[in-house]
């Protein structure tokens, strides 16, 4: 079956906030030419377009970590699969497909919701139903349960930023039938396969996912010597840029609640109003790694981010060993009609 024309070479799994479009030019701040550390660690990782690269490319081991349920099966998806694109085939995919009897679970019990986000999209009682028996399902098929994420993201969002009442084709989400779901869902499992099989067997074999927040993760994981470790924060935006909700509300919370089947509490994440908070976060997240024996540290944020890019730099340089390598409008981009930067900072022991 032809599932994929063209093949893609690079992941996208379109979470919000994604940086995997720049990957080569964050790939050459955060690698220096460097090809002999021992592995990149991304501790927020999110939409992992960064982390792909390198393992596919560079042929480095990676460690993903991040505290979303979805970006985590996602990376066990990716980096931990062993199975092959060729495993997956018609005969694999009516099993699954005769195997699914449609019931009520999570998603059918949102449905009626006063609002599109409060119904968590405006999927049919029939589609809400067979997602939630498929999310059961796979609970043992991690390229299965990542690819039902991945079609909820894609088709009843928008840019993984809130719900929708139309898929990106303009189709009713009301419209979408089981069986269409249930193609565009085979069709992610094969996405996800296809990628996972274009990292080398020997790297992937060293590749983790982790699902955890980075306080617990640095504490905990004990693979630094020789690593870079990189992280794009959940930063909260500046006002003029946005309200104090949080962006990550669907791929962080909503769609892991689907995939899991249960009802979830949302582990707070930084907000405006405590700053002290990031900047506490900021240096454990630095400094835990570095005692470690992590080469470098890489901390991104943007212009459009909470606390100001410039009190940011004070601090890391007030702490650390940090140099402000970029600071280029080459990949500003809009955000609410206003121009922004992008910022990295590279900490050294
Ligand atoms: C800006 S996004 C990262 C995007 C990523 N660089 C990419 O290219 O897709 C920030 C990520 O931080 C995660 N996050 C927020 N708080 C966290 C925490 N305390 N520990 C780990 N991950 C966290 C969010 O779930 C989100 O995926």
Known sequence: MELIRNYPTSLSISYFGAQGRFADEIIKIVMQNDTTASRYI????GGMGVPYNLARNWKI?????????YSYI????VFEHMARFADYDDRLFRDIYSAVIPKEGFLTSKAGGKSITERYGNWSISVRKFVDALAEEAKSHEILLAALGRTLLNEGTFRGLTWCGTSPDKKKLADITVEEFWNKVMRNTAYFA?????????????CQAYRSHASEFVKKYNEFEDAIVYMDPAWPWLPEF???SNPYNVVAHDIPEILLQNPMVMEPLWTREN?????NNLEFWISQPLLKGARRVIVSS???NYPPINEVDFFLKSKFNAQEVVM????SGQAKSKMFTENWWVIKQ
Do not use: H, R, Y
Request: aromatic fraction near 4%; include cysteine; proline fraction near 4%.
């Open 42 to 45: 991304d501790l927020t990782a």
């Open 61 to 69: 081991p990676v460690t993903v970590n991040d505290l979303s349920f």
């Open 74 to 77: 996602c990376g066990i998806a």
């Open 194 to 206: 296809i990628l996972s099989e274009g990292i080398d067997a020997s790297v992937k074999k060293n």
């Open 242 to 244: 946005a309200d104090a």
């Open 275 to 279: 700053p002290e908070e990031i900047l």
């Open 302 to 304: 943007q212009s459009t």
């Open 328 to 331: 280029s409008t080459q990949f």
